[in-house]
């Protein structure tokens, strides 16, 4: 079973994300902040990271800049409402953005794609 971190400090999409991907058969960790996320990170076996950017304590681009020093291998996933944040960041590194919507199609996908699944 693939494990997925779900990085954002919405409860709603926190809860939302959780119980789709587990209906979809993943294990799901979630967390409230990019600290708690990179916690997380280091203590579970993760495949997966979707990650909001706009977050209390550690920002998600801060996130993933450490994700990419750490373990560049693992796939990231950058779900957000402001896209436009990432416009000018260098150095940032993710293998796919998915806007917030309400429509998790597309985000399913990308995750299943992502995985291999």
Do not use: H, W
Not at 27 to 49: K, M, S, Y
Request: aromatic share 4%; with cysteine; net charge negative.
């Amino acid at each position: 079973m693939k494990t997925l971190l779900v990085v954002d400090d919405d409860e709603s999409i926190r809860l939302l994300l959780r119980d789709e991907f587990c209906d979809c058969g993943f294990n799901v960790v979630t967390a409230i902040d990019g600290e708690e996320g990179l916690v997380a990170f280091n203590e579970q076996n993760v495949d997966l990271v979707i990650l909001d950017l706009d977050m209390p304590k550690i920002s998600g681009e801060e996130v993933a800049l450490k994700l990419q020093q750490t373990a560049p291998d693992k796939p990231v996933i950058i779900y957000t409402g402001n896209p436009e944040r990432l416009k000018n960041q260098i150095g940032i590194k993710y293998d796919a953005m998915v806007l917030k919507s309400c429509d998790l199609q597309e985000l399913t996908e990308r995750v299943k794609e992502l995985v291999n699944v």
